[in-house]
């Protein structure tokens, strides 16, 4: 994400890559989210409450507005020459931008709201999360700068972190590797790492 932040710093204006706040857009994006959904979440549940019929359209209503935004964000990164937006500007809205990037909120609020419920022979389930860890490490070590992201290449690392979270569960052996002592430190510091790791970088 750093080289993409990199790539796209010129979209918030000229010298913005040296900017040591430039990554704090994502918290932007995630505090913007925190608002759009309860209010989108009050509204619908108010639609099901109405119709006596629970969860009627919060589902298919958000399953909707995430298919919109992912189309729009594949658009705008490929930047077609119909747009009336200059390239440049067209990724910088796709990769900066809340409702282009909702596709990706809404990956994780379906599997809240389904509570993970995935049922999944074991065989598959063994065969999705083999896929999935390999997706992960493809997209960390071939993207770079020039992968024209997010668009479709957000769309592997987004899918297999989503199928990881509901299957690795039922999955012992990868469970214990992903739960092990380590990692868990890894992923205990690395808010704080990412909020430092761009400064440092500049």
Do not use: K
Not at 20 to 40: A, I, K, R
Not at 118 to 144: E, G
Not at 156 to 169: E, F, G, K, Q
């Amino acid at each position: 994400v750093g080289a993409g932040e990199a790539a796209l710093g010129s979209g918030f204006g000229p010298g913005q890559e040296v900017n040591p706040f430039l990554h704090t857009w994502s918290l932007s994006l995630e505090e913007q989210f925190y608002f759009v959904l309860p209010m989108s979440l009050l509204l619908l549940w108010r639609l099901d409450h109405r119709r006596g019929r629970r969860r009627r359209y919060l589902m298919p209503v958000m399953a909707v507005a995430a298919g919109l935004s992912l189309v729009a964000c594949v658009v705008l990164t490929a930047g077609p020459g119909w747009i009336p937006l200059d390239p440049g500007t067209a990724r910088a809205l796709a990769f900066y931008g809340m409702p282009l990037r909702w596709w990706e909120f809404a990956a994780g609020m379906f599997l809240a709201l389904t509570g993970r419920r995935v049922s999944v022979p074991a065989p598959i389930r063994l065969a999705l999360v083999a896929v999935s860890l390999l997706a992960i490490a493809w997209a960390t070590l071939s993207y770079d700068g020039r992968t024209a992201f997010p668009g479709l290449a957000a769309v592997p690392p987004v899918a297999a972190t989503a199928v990881l979270i509901a299957l690795v569960p039922g999955v012992p052996l990868v469970d214990r590797v992903l739960s092990s002592r380590l990692l868990t430190l890894v992923g205990d510091v690395s808010y704080g790492w990412y909020l430092l790791h761009w400064p440092a970088i500049v």
